[in-house]
């Protein structure tokens, strides 16, 4: 809640400049448009009268005058155009510099704040390799919201015996005559991990060999698995299946869903989007603020239904080691904070359940 009113006050002050800038700078673009289009009917009008004052005119000296009267005309009326679009473009240029320079902070204010706060949001993590490294990305969905973190992880490459070590049974021929199929135990430890998709209790995962001739694909949900090893399936063929060590299989698929876990060193907001819109540049993080307070008006009343005094937000706080302490915020301590904001922190109460709708 305290993280929540403290972006509030941040981000809403920056997101009203932004906007303020792009009204400016349509109204500038109004009256540059308009400019332009009274210097065409000025030059207009200016051909239209020497071309009626000449209309029975033949001596050559006056037509002379009249050509040259013309190119003037039109040459002085395009360089003033020019000037008008350049200038124009130079209010533009810097314009986008102070909104990009308005975006990055509200990007950089509200990254903790999305990463740690957000109730009810369901993460889909990705790891991949792009340009010989390992990059990751999460994806989280809440309520009509979408964002986008950019994930670095301890390690640029990431091996099968970094979390497991992994033996998988394929078939293979041997003989030099007979050339007879019989199951081979490949160690796969050695495999790199270049492609991992992990969404809810479903988990994808495909690693390979330096060459990438040999490459398997491990599947699994809550109830079970499935590999695959180039275009066949070893856990639906029952000899190879047999031979499977199951236990090791489920131990390395643990290890890739910590591994978002424990090995990120990072996480950078990169895109919030709205009903599919792009929020920043839509200017609807407000907006957002908006759903988000929604949701934790939800555990205000929770909370409110469930305390002791009223008016007082109470949490119950379990520790790691057992230990329990609560934590107590007033309504109106949350009230006043927000009106700080003005309107909008007003509306954000109402949301929020501090104040009555």
């Known amino acids: ?6 972006i509030s006050n941040e981000i809403i002050p920056l997101e009203k400049s932004a906007i303020t800038i792009k009204n400016k700078n349509q109204e500038r673009l109004e009256f540059f448009e308009k400019r332009i289009q009274e210097i065409d009917l000025f030059e207009k009008d200016i051909r239209n009268s020497i071309g009626n004052l000449t209309a029975e005119v033949y001596a050559p000296e006056i037509l002379e005058v009249k050509e040259r009267t013309l190119e003037t ?3 002085v009326a395009l360089a003033k155009k020019n000037e008008k679009l350049a200038e124009l473009d130079r209010e533009n240029k810097l314009n986008l510099m102070e909104t990009q ?10 990254s903790p704040f999305f990463e740690d706060s957000i109730y009810g949001a369901q993460n889909a993590y990705y790891a991949f390799i792009e340009d010989k490294t390992l990059r990751g990305k999460q994806i989280s969905f809440v309520d009509n919201i979408q964002y986008e973190f950019e994930l670095i992880f301890t390690q640029d490459t990431l091996k099968v015996k970094d979390l497991q070590n992994l033996t998988l049974p394929i078939w293979t021929k041997s003989g030099i005559l ?10 796969v430890s050695d495999f790199y991990i270049t492609n991992v998709e992990y969404e809810g209790n479903n988990l994808r995962t495909v690693f390979e060999d330096r060459n990438a001739e040999n490459r398997f ?16 399936e070893i856990t639906r063929d029952e000899e190879l299946a047999a031979d499977l060590d199951r236990d090791s299989v489920d131990k390395f698929i643990i290890k890739i869903k910590e591994f978002f876990i424990e090995s990120v060193v990072s996480k950078k907001l990169k895109r ?10 839509e200017n609807r993080v407000f907006d957002c603020l ?3 307070a929604s949701i934790y008006g939800k555990l205000v009343i929770e909370c409110l239904e469930k305390g002791y005094t009223e008016g007082e937000i109470t949490i119950k706080i379990e520790e790691p080691e057992g230990i329990r302490t609560e934590k107590y915020l ?3 301590e949350v009230s006043r904070e927000l009106s700080t904001i003005g309107s909008e922190g007003q509306e954000l109460a109402k949301l929020l359940r501090v104040v009555e709708p």
């Open 290 to 292: 908006k759903l988000i």
């Open 73 to 75: 005309s039109s040459s």
């Open 178 to 187: 007979s050339r007879e199929r019989k199951v081979k135990r490949l160690d």
């Open 217 to 232: 694909i491990v599947s699994s949900d809550e109830k079970a698995f499935l590999i695959m090893y180039r275009d066949y």
């Open 1 to 6: 809640m305290q993280d929540f009113i403290k």
């Open 101 to 110: 320079q308005i975006y990055t902070r509200i990007f950089s204010s509200l």
């Open 330 to 332: 007033e309504k109106s």
């Open 272 to 281: 919030i989007t709205l009903d599919g819109k792009n929020v920043i540049e």
